[in-house]
């Protein structure tokens, strides 16, 4: 009979042995999830970030680059328009300015054959 009761009692103590064990189990996995979860979130954001800002330096990069290239462009533009302006002008053919010159000319010369 103590035989019986000792071998109840040691099953018991290993039976809620056994079950201790697996609430800590759980309780670890619970935690080790949340954990990797925060740990995750974390690492996310800083990647995110970090491709972002690279992402936003070669955009506004190329932005710069094309700016200075349209300037560039723009300008040389307008340097050959000038130029064709002052050789219209010298020749006397199709400028706003050249032909206000030409009636000044004429009115000035009308005023001294007259």
């Known amino acids: 009979m103590k035989e019986n009761a000792v071998i109840t009692i040691i099953s018991i103590t290993i039976i809620v042995l056994n079950m201790m064990m697996i609430i800590v189990q759980v309780i670890k ?3 080790m999830a949340g954990v990797t ?3 995750t979130a974390v690492t996310t954001v800083g990647v995110m970030a970090t491709i972002m800002v ?3 330096a070669v955009t506004t990069m190329e932005g710069i680059t094309m700016v200075t290239t349209v300037a560039v462009i723009t ?3 307008e340097n050959v328009i000038a130029a064709k302006d002052v050789t219209a002008a ?3 053919f199709f400028n ?3 032909l206000k010159q030409q009636k000044e ?3 000035l010369s009308s005023f001294f054959v007259s």
Do not use: E, F, R
Request: charge should be positive; proline fraction near 0%; avoid cysteine.
């Open 29 to 31: 996995n619970v935690i």
């Open 105 to 107: 000319l004429k009115k």
């Open 90 to 92: 010298g020749a006397g």
């Open 54 to 56: 690279d992402i936003t």
């Open 37 to 39: 979860v925060a740990i």
């Open 75 to 77: 300008a040389v533009v």
């Open 96 to 98: 706003t300015g050249a």
